[in-house]
């Protein structure tokens, strides 16, 4: 019986030894899962933060190095687009319209697919474009993107008085209020700003032009020219206090100085608006749809002036510059005799969208007849120079408010991805700068990175 009450009592004893070992496991794991967790976690951390660093250098050395190539862009607008025997026997071209095909060569390895596909539309079957393949990038991607600064509405032409038959300060006037016209934006005008008032479409007008102008009388929305009224603007009785500008602004950011502009306002218009640019005339071959319609307006012949006039111009002359503008982008025009006889008759000259989309070459397939294209507006008269009424008055002409001339300023946007790193760069490039310390022309005007 002693035996078997010993046996029974080691028995108990190591059944308690064993509830204690558990306890200690269990206790040994509560403070190394947390320890662990956190050592995986920081590592995790830790080795992300080094492939993004890597990304990161990767692409801003991507980002850099664009910007260097799209010089040799400019140098083929220079040296071959630019010239004038060029253009007469190709055509008027600008190296917006071939620049992302270019340019995608270098920055998408599927960027030599793209550039055999466009080649062989074109007619050119035999063009092998896998031999371009080479030159794409291992690792990353970028893009880039070309504008005319001269398509967009030069604010410091607001400084600009009546010039011969132009009128810069009156005719940039008008494309504002145009621009800042549909409906869309009347929440912009309804809302109290941070300064708690509300500010009209002509206020803000009337603001930006006093702000730019070198005199101190305030602007006429109406008769778009100088009134009699003193400016009286709050810019000095701010907490921060600052004069306007009464010059040339130095970056499109300034126009935030500007009484009633807000950064919701800059949002929706400041993309068409810029600083650069010494001739304030209306480029046609970049100019928006906007300043298209008021070049229609400014030079059309007194028989299809009603086209025009009220509601029409919403109607006739607004689709009209639309269609302008959709047309251009493959084909950009020679002179203003150009444009004045596309504007005549839009239906003569036939879109290479259009050819496109045509879907064959039979009888049944005109491109006029496609029901997916749109439709071709009427069009309407213009005098390409000014004439002289028989009241004396002078009537304008295209000629006198706008022009075809090669482009001068660019902007550069470049979009570079590298994993899951995505930067921005926006510079803007003169092409006739003047250099003071090396020969040529040429030289970058801003520069920023995001």
Not at 36 to 62: G, K, M
Request: glycine letters at 8%; hydrophobic letters at 40%.
């Amino acid at each position: 019986m002693s035996d078997e009450k010993a046996a029974k009592g080691e028995a108990a004893k190591g059944q308690g030894q064993h509830g204690v070992a558990i306890l200690m496991v269990v206790a040994c794991l509560a403070i190394l899962i947390p320890f662990t967790a956190t050592f995986s976690l920081n590592s995790r951390v830790d080795f992300q933060s080094a492939i993004n660093l890597r990304d990161e250098v990767v692409a801003r050395n991507l980002q850099r190095g664009a910007l260097r190539l799209s010089l040799l862009l400019f140098e083929l607008q220079r040296m071959v687009f630019s010239q004038k025997q060029f253009r007469e026997m190709v055509g008027a071209m600008d190296i917006t319209q071939v620049a992302p095909y270019l340019m995608s060569i270098f920055g998408s390895k599927d960027g030599s697919e793209a550039i055999g596909g466009i080649a062989g539309m074109l007619g050119f079957d035999g063009f092998d474009a896998s031999v371009l393949g080479d030159l794409s990038i291992d690792y990353g991607s970028f893009e880039v993107r070309l504008e005319a600064e001269s398509g967009k509405v030069n604010v410091n032409c607001l400084a600009q008085g009546a010039k011969d038959k132009d009128n810069p300060q009156a005719r940039v006037a008008e494309t504002l209020e145009a621009m800042l016209m549909p409906t869309l934006l009347n929440p912009l005008f309804e809302e109290e700003k941070s300064d708690g008032q509300r500010y009209t479409r002509g206020d803000v007008i009337q603001a930006i032009v006093d702000y730019v102008d070198e005199d101190v009388k305030k602007f006429d929305v109406i008769k778009l020219t100088n009134g009699s009224a003193q400016e009286r603007y709050r810019y000095t009785e701010l907490f921060d206090p600052y004069e306007p500008r009464n010059a040339r602004m130095d970056s499109i950011e300034e126009m935030h100085l500007v009484q009633g502009v807000d950064d919701d306002l800059m949002l929706a218009i400041g993309g068409e608006l810029t600083v650069y640019g010494g001739d304030c005339k209306v480029n046609l071959n970049f100019a928006s749809a906007d300043q298209i319609a008021l070049v229609l307006r400014n030079s059309v012949t007194e028989e299809d002036r009603w086209r025009t006039e009220g509601e029409n111009f919403l109607l006739k002359t607004m689709p009209l510059a639309r269609y302008v503008v959709e047309y251009r982008t493959f084909s950009l025009f020679k002179d203003t005799k150009s444009f004045v006889d596309f504007v005549a008759k839009p239906d003569q000259f036939i879109s290479p969208l259009a050819l496109l989309g045509s879907g064959g070459s039979g009888s049944g397939s005109s491109p006029m007849r496609n029901p997916n294209m749109p439709r071709i507006p009427e069009g309407m008269a213009l005098r390409e120079k000014s004439e002289e009424a028989k009241n004396g008055d002078t009537l304008g002409g295209v000629a006198d408010i706008a022009t075809v001339a090669p482009e001068r300023v660019y902007r550069v946007e470049i979009i570079t991805e590298v994993g899951s790193v995505r930067r921005r760069l926006n510079a803007i490039y003169d092409m006739q700068y003047a250099r003071s310390q090396s020969k040529g022309k040429g030289a970058w005007l801003y520069y920023r990175e995001d």
